[in-house]
Each structure stands twice: as structure tokens, then as C-alpha cells.
């Protein structure tokens, strides 16, 4: 798709698409009012403004689009209109081992139970083992500091899926 191709979508459609980027409605409610946009890049600077305009329950709305780090069968599931983009975003747990699978697993569990929320990483390009590294680091971190490195890493996923849509 073209950046022209994109401004003339269906309202509707506009906001199916931007809603596989992020699952944030008030983001993508946000960008809604900005359209046209003349490129790809002023969309992702419009989409940064957005998203720091954006509160902790819009944070958390976005974050509930997205399995768990690992969870092959939710990806499936429940996340079917993103499933092609999660499932490579998480390629490399595929090649995990059930030792390392395991660990995600209860750690995103811990994770959840602790901050409220599932565990969100940017993890393309990362392997299943420096992705349970960062959880186990950011275990560590206070509900305040991990609320805002979560929703950095909600943006730089929202930025890739940008990319995508135009690819």
C-alpha cells in the first residue's frame, strides 16, 4: 500500500489498519484527526505525538493487543488480525528450548501477576534467551519506571507495524 492509497481508505478501513499497528483506540482515534498524511514519516511522527498524548489505560488497551512472549497457541487464537506479524515479531522463540520456554512462561506469569499487564518487548530481532534476560531485569523495576519502558516498547513495535503496512 501507498501512503495515497492509505489516506483514501474507508474511515473504517483507516482504522482497522492503524488498529493492527496499535490497539490503542484513543491512539488510533488520535491519527484519525490528522489525515492526509504525505508520508510515511510524518504518519510515524504523527503516531509518536499520539502515543505520548496517550494515558495508562490507553497504554494497557494497546498492550492486551498482544500475546505473550512465547504463547504460540494464543497468537493463533486470539490475535488472528496480527497473527502473520506476531509470529514472525517472536520467530526466534519457535527455535527455544523447553527449558528456556518453560522460564518465559512462568516469568511472563510473574510478570502479569506483579504489574498487571503482560510482559512487552519489542522482540524482533531478539532471541527467546536475550528476551528472557529483559524480562528477568525489568522484574525488577518499579510499577512507575516499567509502565513507561513498556509503553517505549509498545512504540517501537507500533513503528515497525507502520513499516509493514507499507511493505
Excluded at 489498519?17 to 504523527?46: D, M, N, Q, R, Y
Excluded at 514472525?88 to 520456554?101: D, F, H, I, N, P
Excluded at 522460564?103 to 522482540?123: P, Q, S, T
Amino acid at each position: 500500500m501507498t501512503i495515497q492509497q492509505f489516506n483514501n481508505l474507508s474511515a473504517q478501513q483507516f482504522k482497522e489498519e492503524l488498529f493492527k499497528c496499535c490497539g490503542s483506540t484513543a491512539w488510533v482515534k488520535k491519527l484519525a484527526e490528522k489525515i492526509p498524511f504525505h508520508s510515511i514519516e510524518e504518519l510515524k511522527k504523527a503516531a509518536d505525538a499520539a502515543w505520548s498524548g496517550c494515558e495508562k489505560n490507553d497504554w494497557l488497551e494497546a498492550f492486551s493487543h498482544h500475546p505473550k512472549i512465547g504463547d504460540v497457541k494464543s497468537t493463533e487464537r486470539k490475535f488472528a488480525s496480527t497473527k502473520q506479524w506476531a509470529s514472525r515479531e517472536q520467530a526466534s522463540v519457535k527455535t527455544a528450548g523447553q527449558t528456556v520456554l518453560q522460564e518465559l512462561k512462568d516469568l511472563n506469569d510473574a510478570y502479569e501477576k506483579k504489574f498487571g499487564y503482560i510482559f512487552i518487548v519489542c522482540a524482533t530481532g531478539k532471541s527467546a534467551e536475550e528476551m528472557l534476560s529483559m524480562l528477568k531485569s525489568r522484574l525488577e523495576n518499579s510499577s512507575h519506571e516499567e509502565i513507561k519502558i513498556a509503553a517505549a516498547e509498545q512504540n517501537k513495535i507500533t513503528h515497525l507495524r507502520i513499516d509493514k503496512l507499507f511493505s
